[in-house]
């Protein structure tokens, strides 16, 4: 071979083999799990030193601390929100976020309904509170605020007593039973999606620059459960499609402080399918980095039709629920949510030292994968 010949088979050589390298190195970082960020945290009990000890005594080391104290009229109270984090801080515990006053009570309950009811100019003055605690929030090094837009509360039907697992009671929803019970129409009457979403920009486009000023995110918890369209009168955000209504939301900012507190659970609830629907969903909200907690809670069936119960014995696999938010590079707390009830007087923090101690080894399962 001359010499000239030679030198370009050996070049385009190196260059096939650097190409192959290249190739095979992207192939190799793509398919390497990536570090774990999240850690389990809770959204129970306040900054009692009861519960601060309880979590700590538990390995739950990231708390969403409740809400500070409220001045009527004008929001929280700054000193008590600081006076929560030095609590926390005691027992090495991080204060990562509070519960808005936008709850999933109904709203016949909640504190600030003319927002969700689109009164104005009520919601107006709610709103400027809103604002007042975002600023609280922001000053205290809160990084989340979890909330809720809804209408009518969670919803539920009945319950099962589970005898395989010591007659422990799961908390029901059945569509045709609830239709049976015949349920009133709230004080908000006939309320369409699109109705739903505008309130929603109304007083996200009066808070989000706020939050985004401060630096704390505004995640936002899908109604529970979703239903068919109409039911009691309302069409909520999320239904009767869950993923189109959380593509939707989603979609109506592009803002790092606009996105989810990513209930598990009660997406399953709109799912025909939760073990196998739940992933994209993870993956297409996570990617958008719009995953800001996650409730993770388990069920046994889907729309229209479930009971929720431990996490280890619903439909959905948590293994790969965890390993999915993990492979999003989701970095914020998975807590516990609803857990199973029972006679025992303990068996709330019974059920809750369960869930703590069962995430904690879903995320060193999960960390193991990366190390290996």
């Not at 129409?185 to 808070?207: C, N, P, W």
Request: hydrophobic share 35%.
């Amino acid at each position: 071979m001359k010499r000239k010949s030679f030198i370009r088979v050996m070049a385009a050589s190196s260059v096939g083999a650097a190409a192959f390298g290249t190739e095979q190195a992207r192939a190799e970082i793509k398919a390497a799990p990536k570090k774990v960020l999240m850690k389990v945290g809770c959204q129970s009990g306040g900054t009692t030193v009861e519960n601060l000890e309880f979590k700590a005594r538990h390995g739950v080391f990231n708390l969403d601390g409740g809400s500070p104290k409220t001045i009527p009229g004008k929001g929280w109270d700054l000193d008590d929100s600081m006076k929560k984090r030095e609590a926390c801080e005691k027992y090495g515990i991080s204060l990562d976020a509070y519960h808005y006053p936008l709850t999933s009570a109904g709203i016949d309950k909640v504190d600030y309904p003319n927002i969700m009811l689109g009164k104005s100019p009520e919601r107006d003055r709610e709103i400027e509170i809103l604002q007042q605690m975002i600023q609280v929030a922001g000053k205290t090094g809160i990084k989340v605020l979890n909330y809720n837009t809804t209408i009518l509360p969670v919803l539920r039907t009945g319950r099962y007593t589970d005898p395989k697992r010591g007659n422990a009671d799961y908390s029901v929803w059945n569509y045709e039973e609830a239709l049976k019970q015949n349920h009133p129409k709230t004080i908000a009457g006939d309320v369409s999606i699109d109705q739903m979403f505008e309130r929603i920009t109304y007083l996200l486009d009066r808070i989000l620059p706020v939050a985004k000023e401060y630096k704390v995110k505004l995640a936002n918890h899908i109604a529970d459960p979703p239903t068919p369209v109409g039911y009691r009168g309302i069409t909520r955000w999320n239904s009767p499609d869950v993923f189109k209504g959380i593509q939707r939301f989603a979609k109506l900012y592009d803002s790092e402080y606009h996105g989810f507190n990513f209930c598990i659970g009660s997406i399953a609830e709109g799912l025909k399918d939760p073990k196998n629907e739940i992933m994209p969903i993870i993956k297409w909200v996570g990617e958008r980095n719009q995953i800001f907690n996650v409730h993770l809670r388990n069920i046994k069936g889907g729309w229209n039709n479930f009971q929720e119960v431990y996490p280890d014995n619903g439909d959905m696999n948590f293994l790969h629920v965890v390993r999915a938010l993990r492979d999003v590079g989701f970095s914020g707390m998975v807590m516990p949510d609803h857990v199973p009830h029972h006679h025992d007087p303990a068996s709330t923090p019974q059920a809750f030292s369960f869930a703590y101690g069962y995430i904690k080894g879903l995320l060193q399962a999960v960390s193991d994968e990366v190390k290996s």
